[in-house]
């Protein structure tokens, strides 16, 4: 898997968003949620993923993009390690849940717990 996320990577689907949040099970680490569901694609991705910061927590566009181009970047950097080994066709959608303003630091290690819960639950089932 690269170090890179493209647009086929992302997570856009309105259907597959709904039946994400109606369907899917997660996992927390605070500030941090993942949100993911074992869906199957036309393409050959493996994981499309998604990012959201709440708007009642930050009123602030600028907050709110600063967080979510934190999540994709620390996303973009940790999925190799984590998900090189899923057979099956996931959808995510990782949400930040806080109410402060993260450090990249903060974001990064929030990640990679939030990633080793999920594979954990994966590998159990």
Known sequence: MKFTYNKKEKLKS?????QLFTEGQSVSAFPLRLVYLPTSFEDDIIVKTGVSVSKRNFKSAVDRNRIKRLLREV???????????????????????????????????RMKTVFEKFSGKVLKS
């Not at 309105?14 to 709904?18: A, E, G, N, R, S």
């Not at 090189?84 to 303003?101: S, V």
């Open 14 to 18: 309105k259907k597959l968003i709904d």
């Open 75 to 109: 996303y973009r950097l940790n999925k190799a390690g984590y998900f090189n080994n899923l057979t099956t066709q996931h959808a995510f959608m990782i949400l930040y849940i806080g109410k402060d303003k993260p450090t990249f630091a903060q974001v990064e290690t």
